[in-house]
């Protein structure tokens, strides 16, 4: 660690102005993947894409996004982390400006994309640097919650801030928003946040690098394509050719010295099972934030805009979760503090099995605010158990691991249960593939009523298919806790939470 690193006589209210910082940029980071969707009619209106650029608009930040994660998260852990925020920073202010300026649709297909490597660096800086910053267990819990917090915080804002800013500007003012928050990074950072780098000068192994673009970018794509058209054979032909090269890549990491992602983590259980249990959780979070928003504008008739307003709440159930549950670790093991957040999730999933095309806003409300309460203690403990976890020079590869698992199990959530959803209305006697054809094409009233009621239909057996794996994990996650604490019932390692 270079002189800039915090001490255990530094005072504390530097580390805490210095998470902070990290928050707004948590923040900026998952806002950026919701206002994008608000400015699709402006943006389609002025640039005129065509529907498959319309498409790569929106998705070639997440691809790049979760692509680039793991090599820029071991980028950091050589270069210092701290740098590689400032430069990403840069980057993404500049880009940001590109994007919103962008001419014609392939200009700004590119921007996004450019703008997803320089995302890339953000959320890895930012954890590996709170693990940095807080080195006492529990107060390195508390500070994970509040940056998991505050990524649900940009969820939750998102379509209110987009939606006041295409009312007054342009389309591409959604993009100037990450500008003043690059600014504010790159005048603070170099003041309140610490740097640290590995001890080593070995060089990042390109073949790795390219190994673990070759297997997140097909295998996302693969299952974004999946969900959105079913399973053709292209998608399924990329998911495979991705899980094939991530395959290759963790067999390298293994033979490696100073591998891109030390693969020998997963021998220690806890860990593991953090990084299983951040996939899981997502993948049922993002299948149901996935249908949830079909049945909002589809079957409920909202417009974009009120069907975001309608789902932010949930965001808080994740706020409020995450925030609880460093409190509730004082007197519960974090197991069982997951466990029990798992099993709230669950009741959540219960109430959705219950919507009608006819039901009230308040039972969709309760339901997804029960279901994401419940996942924010395992999202801010599994998250600090796989940064914690890790030797202190590779916090970077592990904070690039616990934010890139989320990014493949919401992609592989979003494809299964939106998959399940759409095999139970294809039953239907539409003439349709999907709830949205119907509702442009079909013009009998007693047969779109029946497709909509058929589309809720489906998300009844995708939320008991959820429950039913929300309630699998809870009781794995508490055994492995039980069986942890038996065999070493007086001392727990640094970082442990799960």
């Known amino acids: ?50 529907g498959t650029q319309l498409l790569w608009i929106v998705d070639v930040y997440a691809f790049l ?9 071991a980028v950091g852990d050589r270069i210092g982390r701290r ?36 995302g890339a660096t953000l959320m890895p800086s930012t954890l590996s640097l709170t693990a940095t910053m807080f080195r006492d267990a529990r107060q390195r819990a508390v500070a994970v919650g509040i940056v998991i917090a505050s990524v649900s915080g940009g969820t939750a804002v998102g ?15 959604v993009f100037l928003l990450g500008l003043p928050v690059m600014v504010l990074i790159l005048l603070l950072g170099p003041v309140l946040l610490p740097e640290f780098r590995g001890p080593g000068t070995a060089r990042i192994d390109v073949v790795s ?72 959780g997502i993948f049922v979070l993002w299948g149901a934030n996935y249908y949830l ?60 099995t219950q919507l009608t095309a006819t039901s009230g806003l308040g039972l969709l409300v309760a339901g997804s605010v029960t ?49 399940v959803v759409a095999a139970v209305f294809r039953g239907t006697d539409t003439g349709a593939d999907t709830l949205g054809a119907a509702v442009a094409s079909v013009e009998d009233q007693v047969v779109l009523a029946a497709a909509r009621e058929a589309f809720t239909d489906g998300i009844s057996v995708a939320a008991t298919v959820s429950a039913a794996l929300v309630s699998a994990l809870a009781i794995t996650v508490v055994a492995l806790s039980a069986r942890r604490d038996s065999v070493v019932p007086t001392h727990r390692p640094r970082g442990s939470s799960a």
């Open 209 to 280: 690098v390219v190994l673990s673009l070759g297997a997140v970018l097909p295998l996302v794509w693969g299952l974004k394509e999946i969900a959105a058209d079913g399973v053709g054979a292209a998608a399924a032909g990329a998911a495979v050719a991705g899980l094939v090269v991530g395959t290759v890549f963790v067999r390298r990491q293994w033979s490696l010295a100073d591998p891109v992602v030390d693969v020998r983590l997963f021998r220690e259980p806890a860990f593991a099972a953090a990084v299983a249990t951040l996939a899981v």
């Open 83 to 118: 740098r590689l925020l400032m430069i990403g920073a840069g980057a993404y202010g500049v880009l940001s400006v590109l994007a919103a300026y962008a001419p014609t649709a392939e200009l700004l297909i590119a921007a996004r994309a450019l703008l997803g490597v320089a």
């Open 371 to 419: 279901v994401s309460a419940g996942l924010g203690p395992m999202m801010a403990l599994a998250t600090d158990e796989v940064v914690g976890a890790a030797p202190p020079e590779r916090a970077g590869a592990a904070a690039a691991l616990s934010s890139m698992a989320p990014q493949l199990g919401g992609a592989l959530g979003i494809a299964v249960l939106g998959s």
């Open 293 to 352: 928003a079909q049945y909002l504008q589809l079957v409920q008739g909202l417009d974009p805009l009120e069907a975001g307003l309608w789902t932010a709440p949930s965001a808080f159930g994740v706020i409020v979760g995450s925030l609880l549950a460093p409190r509730l670790t004082r007197r519960l093991r974090p197991g069982v503090v997951i466990g029990a957040g798992l099993t709230v999730s669950a009741a959540g999933f219960v109430l959705l």
């Open 1 to 50: 660690m270079n002189a800039g690193s915090v001490t255990t006589t530094e005072p504390a209210r530097r580390s805490w102005a210095g998470l902070a910082v990290l928050c707004v940029v948590a923040l900026l980071a998952s806002l950026e993947l919701t206002v994008t969707h608000l400015a699709l009619p402006a943006i389609d209106a002025d640039l005129r894409p065509s």
């Open 159 to 173: 379509p209110l801030v987009g939606g006041a800013l295409l009312e007054r500007f342009w389309w591409g003012s």
């Open 65 to 73: 996004l979760a692509g680039s994660m793991l090599a820029l998260g």
